[in-house]
């Protein structure tokens, strides 16, 4: 245990006793205070919404991975109905594609598309393909982080940070053919206060 300096221990204790009047104890005090206190928890506010550990996991992905929370929470409430759909038994409610030549277990499942070109552009179609699998929630979080935030691809929508909408409006049409993607994404977060999120951290 550190011992609190001398001289930070008298000027605390004039400051709390009243025994300076020169306008300066109150900044004495928490000057000090700084110095000799661990610091404060993070206020990390709950979402009627989205489970706590949701929240949670959003953070961590952007602390470590720098990917805005709010756009996270957005994509998971997007791509799972606010965590009522994902391929059964993945705990990926991202719906986040088994890539080529990436290794880790997979479910299949039947997924809409969109044609994005040709004469069917705009036109939703099914196919049967592979979701990565994960442990649990927080892994989901973080390696949807490591994917859109370290991954070539989305290299142009990261260089849009710190503007939040614009990143997602070049991250939409390279995660998913939905045309709408990008302004779905920005409604959620809008309407939702995901915005808050953004910039926290975990204790």
């Known amino acids: ?42 206020v990390i506010p709950d979402h009627p919404k989205i489970p706590r550990t949701h929240v949670l996991g959003a953070i961590a992905a952007e602390q470590e991975l720098g990917v805005p929370a709010s756009v996270s929470l957005a994509q998971w409430a ?8 994902m391929p059964a038994g993945s705990n990926n409610p991202f719906g986040m594609k ?3 030549g990436e290794t880790g277990p997979t479910v299949i499942a039947r997924t809409r598309e969109v044609y994005t070109s040709g004469p069917n552009k705009g036109k939703e179609y099914y196919i049967e393909t592979a979701f990565r699998k994960f442990k649990d929630f927080g892994e989901a979080f973080i390696e949807h982080g490591r ?16 503007d939040i909408d614009a990143y997602v409006d070049v991250l939409g049409p390279i995660y998913a053919t939905d045309p709408d993607y990008a302004k779905l994404i920005k409604s959620i977060m809008r309407s939702n206060n995901l915005y808050q999120y953004n910039g926290l951290r975990l204790p």
């Open 1 to 42: 245990m550190s011992l609190m300096p001398n001289d930070d221990f008298v000027k605390l204790f004039q400051a709390r006793a009243g025994l300076t009047n020169d306008g300066k104890a109150g900044r004495d005090t928490l000057a000090v205070l700084d110095r000799v206190l661990p610091p404060k928890a993070p």
């Open 78 to 85: 997007l791509e799972s109905g606010w965590g009522k759909f």
């Open 98 to 100: 088994a890539r080529k």
């Open 147 to 162: 994917l859109v935030g370290t991954a070539k691809v989305y290299a142009p929508a990261r260089a849009k940070l710190p």
